[in-house]
């Protein structure tokens, strides 16, 4: 059950200072717990870096950062969930390149507002995550911050050079195809800071949240779907082109047609939602089409196959088609339900706006 968190957490708690461990207590204490796991890692966490052998496969790096009132909100988010977070919206990059992952490093930048509690909360959710996904933690670095909390991960993973999907495959005719569903992510925060608000005014009011728990477990505990990696690969189905959804359906579209240098016909009426969505979009009377498209966060994957392949996906949950690429002087367009084709912008996801 979730409930808002920092006000609850920091009660009946006996805290510990961060300073009473000093910089290499805290990496120890944080790191004892971490065990290697995988083949390619030689040295993990203790030397002045990690060792790693891949045996001739491609290795993929990637790398997030998340800062905090910029990315997150400890108020409703919890630490272990953020740690979880942060792992997994790392590996979806990877898995983004059609590659296994294998090894991540976590750096913290931490103020002394927080103690040695709310760290060992925060690494039990990215302990959690690397469990659950079958990675090393081999490294990282720690360091204090002047306010708050920012954190960063790097993901390492490998595939054979041949099976690597870039972003920039996609070809006229290719068929485009999302795993999963959409737009719930983005409405789950929706709902989280429409209770803070709530929260602020009475604090006693416990926010009723069950009936937008899938939206909500979306936005606080997503999963990065190492699982459609493998199902493509049982398929023997290779993507043209591949890209996580971090940004929105729309944005994400708009870069696999750049790069690729290929239009897009996306159908409205494909894309997969799940019925919470649509009932909380009713709700906050806001159309789903748009939440889906512009919302973010979903860490699904979202590619193009070529249509040969068509047969091998047909009838799978877990893929839909919402559309087919075209020749890039058609452009980049959205097909409603009306069948009027409108050209698709990014709304994306950009920091930097005000
Ligand atoms: P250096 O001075 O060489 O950067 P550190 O004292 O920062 O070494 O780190 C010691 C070891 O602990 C290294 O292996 C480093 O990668 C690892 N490490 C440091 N901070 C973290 C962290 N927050 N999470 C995981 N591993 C860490
Ligand atoms: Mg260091």
């Not at 993990?44 to 990637?62: C, M, P, Q, R, Y």
């Not at 006693?204 to 939206?215: A, D, F, H, T, V």
Request: glycine content about 8%.
């Amino acid at each position: 059950m979730l409930y808002f968190c920092r006000m609850l957490e920091d009660k009946n708690q006996s805290k510990t200072a961060l300073s009473s461990l000093g910089e290499f207590g805290l990496i120890e204490h944080l790191t004892t717990q971490f065990k290697i796991n995988n083949k390619s890692t030689i040295t993990g966490i203790g030397d002045d870096a990690a060792i790693l052998n891949f045996k001739g496969e491609s290795v993929v790096v990637t790398t997030d950062f998340l800062v905090e009132g910029v990315h997150f909100d400890l108020s409703y988010m919890p630490l272990k969930h953020l740690g979880y977070k942060a792992v997994v919206v790392n590996l979806s990059d990877v898995y983004a390149m059609n590659a296994k992952a294998s090894q991540i490093t976590v750096s913290i930048a931490v103020s002394n507002r927080f103690t040695l509690e709310a760290m060992e909360a925060l690494y039990q959710g990215i302990q959690t995550a690397a469990k659950t996904y079958g990675v090393d933690v081999v490294g990282g670095d720690t360091t204090s911050s002047i306010s708050g909390l920012t954190l960063s991960v790097s993901a390492i993973g490998h595939v054979k050079a041949s099976k690597v999907v870039k972003r920039n495959g996609a070809k006229s005719n290719d068929l485009l195809v999302i795993s999963g569903d959409i737009g719930a992510a983005y409405l789950g925060l929706q709902v989280l800071e429409r209770e803070k608000e709530v929260f602020k005014v009475n604090p006693k009011n416990q926010p009723e949240l069950e009936r937008y728990s899938y939206i909500i477990e979306r936005q606080l505990k997503p999963e990065a779907r190492k699982d459609i990696v493998t199902l493509l690969n049982d398929l023997k189905v290779q993507p043209t082109s591949m890209i996580d959804i971090s940004d929105g359906l729309s944005s994400e579209v708009i870069h696999l047609c750049k790069q690729s240098g290929v239009g897009c016909d996306l159908y409205e009426e494909k894309i997969p939602l799940d019925p919470q969505v649509i009932s909380t979009c009713e709700e906050f009377n806001i159309d789903s089409t748009t939440i889906a498209l512009s919302g973010g966060e979903d860490y699904e994957l979202l590619m193009t196959i070529s249509q040969a392949d068509y047969p091998k996906i047909k009838g799978n949950p877990n893929l839909t088609v919402i559309g087919h690429m075209t020749e890039k002087a058609s452009g980049i367009h959205l097909v409603t339900r009306a069948q009027e084709k409108i050209p698709l912008v990014a709304q994306g996801w950009n920091g930097f706006k005000s």
